[in-house]
């Protein structure tokens, strides 16, 4: 029996084999992501980055439990004090991730964020009892170099990061974390479970500056239309990911998921003039083989 969750026919790609539909919505995920990192980007003239992920979250929370009352999918999910884990976990990879965008240029920003596969290397044998191949260790070595390859400055011959990077960083820990969280409450949950409670934790935790005199909830107009742009991209994205993976693989939609990095790298490059040095180049060339391998890593 289909769960209300997986994938119905599909009426845009009637005749495509699976596999196909899967790949062409894993692209588009990687996509709309990159829109909305460039977004972000164009948004940092009207919005602090309270308004972004609020925006954000409250997009999605509404979006998902319309879903949910929809389609009859519980949202609220269970193991639920590792669902508010991820919660967090999530909520501060958003935020590290966010800064960075608007910190460093894109490529390098998600390059850093693409080194979470080795962090969930890392974390997962503690966190879920995994064990690691000497293929992992040797992945893990590979994006540890990319990694002192993209702090390096070429001008001044340091690898001593920018604030930006370190956000970059901490986004990257967020995750690898998250993603072993979430596969501990695979088995019990649905896919959209985990993204709600990211969703609300960020909506609650973005929502207490807010209610400061400070930061406050009026914006100017554009920045409006840059809230429902981040609101519809992050959610569009999410659900491009999750249909993907009732077509293909999760190591196949992680791997087309790191194009993110490519069409990154293109868009800073002519929308915000960013020039890719060598060791920014080399550094996540190595990153996102070291990547590939641990998505596909079967030990």
Same mark, same amino acid.
């Given at each position: 029996?289909?769960?209300?969750?997986?994938?119905?026919?599909?009426?845009?790609?009637?005749?495509?084999?699976?596999?196909?539909?899967?790949?062409?919505?894993?692209?588009?995920?990687?996509?709309?992501?990159?829109?909305?990192?460039?977004?972000?980007?164009?948004?940092?003239?009207?919005?602090?980055?309270?308004?972004?992920?609020?925006?954000?979250?409250?997009?999605?929370?509404?979006?998902?439990?319309?879903?949910?009352?929809?389609?009859?999918?519980?949202?609220?999910?269970?193991?639920?004090?590792?669902?508010?884990?991820?919660?967090?976990?999530?909520?501060?990879?958003?935020?590290?991730?966010?800064?960075?965008?608007?910190?460093?240029?894109?490529?390098?920003?998600?390059?850093?964020?693409?080194?979470?596969?080795?962090?969930?290397?890392?974390?997962?044998?503690?966190?879920?009892?995994?064990?690691?191949?000497?293929?992992?260790?040797?992945?893990?070595?590979?994006?540890?170099?990319?990694?002192?390859?993209?702090?390096?400055?070429?001008?001044?011959?340091?690898?001593?990061?920018?604030?930006?990077?370190?956000? +970059?960083?901490? !986004? =990257?820990?967020? $995750? /690898?974390?998250?993603?072993? @969280?979430?596969?501990?409450? %695979?088995? #019990?949950?649905?896919?959209?479970?985990?993204?709600?409670?990211?969703?609300?934790?960020?909506?609650?935790?973005?929502?207490?500056?807010?209610?400061?005199?400070?930061?406050?909830?009026?914006?100017?107009?554009?920045?409006?239309?840059?809230?429902?742009?981040?609101?519809?991209?992050?959610?569009?994205?999410?659900?491009?990911?999750?249909?993907?993976? +009732?077509?293909? !693989? =999760?190591?196949? $939609? /992680?791997?087309?998921?790191? @194009?993110?990095?490519?069409? %990154?790298? #293109?868009?800073?490059?002519?929308?915000?003039?960013?020039?890719?040095?060598?060791?920014?180049?080399?550094?996540?060339?190595?990153?996102?083989?070291?990547?590939?391998?641990?998505?596909?890593?079967?030990?």
């Amino acid at each position: 029996m289909k769960r209300p969750w997986e994938p119905a026919s599909n009426h845009v790609f009637p005749a495509a084999r699976p596999a196909l539909r899967g790949a062409m919505l894993a692209l588009l995920a990687a996509f709309l992501f990159t829109w909305l990192n460039v977004v972000i980007r164009f948004s940092d003239d009207y919005l602090t980055i309270w308004h972004m992920v609020f925006g954000r979250s409250l997009f999605a929370v509404v979006f998902l439990f319309a879903l949910s009352k929809t389609t009859g999918v519980c949202i609220t999910g269970r193991q639920r004090k590792t669902l508010l884990l991820i919660g967090l976990a999530g909520t501060a990879g958003i935020f590290f991730l966010t800064t960075a965008l608007l910190r460093i240029p894109l490529f390098q920003a998600l390059i850093l964020f693409y080194t979470y596969p080795a962090v969930a290397a890392l974390v997962s044998p503690r966190l879920t009892g995994d064990t690691a191949s000497p293929r992992v260790w040797a992945c893990i070595g590979l994006a540890f170099t990319g990694t002192v390859l993209t702090l390096w400055s070429g001008g001044h011959g340091s690898i001593v990061p920018e604030a930006g990077h370190l956000f +970059g960083l901490g !986004a =990257s820990v967020c $995750v /690898g974390i998250l993603m072993t @969280l979430v596969r501990r409450v %695979s088995d #019990v949950n649905n896919p959209l479970t985990p993204i709600f409670y990211v969703s609300a934790t960020a909506l609650v935790v973005s929502l207490i500056p807010m209610l400061q005199s400070g930061v406050g909830f009026a914006v100017p107009l554009p920045g409006l239309g840059w809230l429902f742009a981040i609101g519809l991209f992050a959610v569009s994205a999410h659900i491009a990911t999750n249909r993907a993976l +009732g077509y293909i !693989a =999760s190591s196949k $939609v /992680g791997s087309i998921s790191m @194009l993110e990095v490519f069409f %990154s790298g #293109v868009a800073g490059y002519f929308l915000f003039a960013e020039s890719l040095g060598w060791s920014t180049l080399a550094g996540g060339m190595l990153i996102v083989i070291a990547g590939w391998g641990l998505v596909h890593d079967r030990g």
